[in-house]
């Protein structure tokens, strides 16, 4: 099993990356949340969650220990696959789905596409079997803000489609990597319209 992977950033999206280790690529899905770290990286190491079944062999890339903890107890919840967990990752942080689960807030998680009312209020049930574990991720005092993760979820607001929001905000940072987030909204604006 792949558990770290150290190498050259080849070939990076929002979503996903190639990753050069010695003249072998690795493809990798990532969250948002590390991609918002390396984003700016040549080389990077990444905590690696494997998964091997009979049809696939897939790889999911995490910046932090912590990230890659969460993703696997957000596998352990019945009916989150590991999309769905990529998923909840790039829209949440550790502390947000803490503060969701433990406060029974099914409000933030109905922000994650894909989940809709019913499946939050599920997933907040069978996250409180693990306030423990969660806890332990989950640090309120180091929560980062993320410009870039803020722009994208502007947009949505506005009306507009996630992956198209994403697409242009990465973009507009690859150009302009000190952008804040009016920046990024502004200059999004200008290419979705």
């Excluded at 905590?47 to 352990?76: C, M, P, W």
């Excluded at 994650?112 to 907040?124: M, T």
Aim: glycine share 6%.
């Amino acid at each position: 099993m792949i558990s770290k992977l150290t190498g050259i950033i080849e070939d990076l999206k929002p979503t996903s990356l190639i990753l050069d280790v010695n003249g072998v690529g690795y493809g990798l899905t990532i969250p948002f949340s590390t991609f918002d770290k390396i984003q700016n990286l040549d080389k990077t190491s990444l905590y690696v969650h494997t998964i091997h079944k009979e049809d696939q062999f897939r790889l999911f890339g995490f910046a932090t220990q912590k990230e890659k903890s969460l993703f696997n107890i957000l596998l352990s919840v019945s009916g989150i696959g590991p999309s769905m967990a990529i998923s909840i990752l790039s829209s949440l942080s550790a502390e947000r789905i803490a503060e969701a689960v433990k406060s029974g807030n099914s409000g933030l998680l109905i922000k994650v596409p894909g989940i809709g009312k019913s499946k939050a209020e599920k997933l907040i049930f069978e996250l409180k079997r693990k306030t423990a574990a969660l806890e332990e991720i989950a640090d309120p005092v180091e929560e980062i803000i993320s410009p870039s993760r803020d722009a994208v979820d502007a947009l949505v607001a506005l009306g507009f489609d996630e992956s198209k929001a994403m697409k242009c905000v990465n973009d507009i940072i690859k150009e302009k990597k000190d952008s804040g987030v009016e920046e990024i909204i502004k200059e999004s604006l200008k290419m979705l319209f």
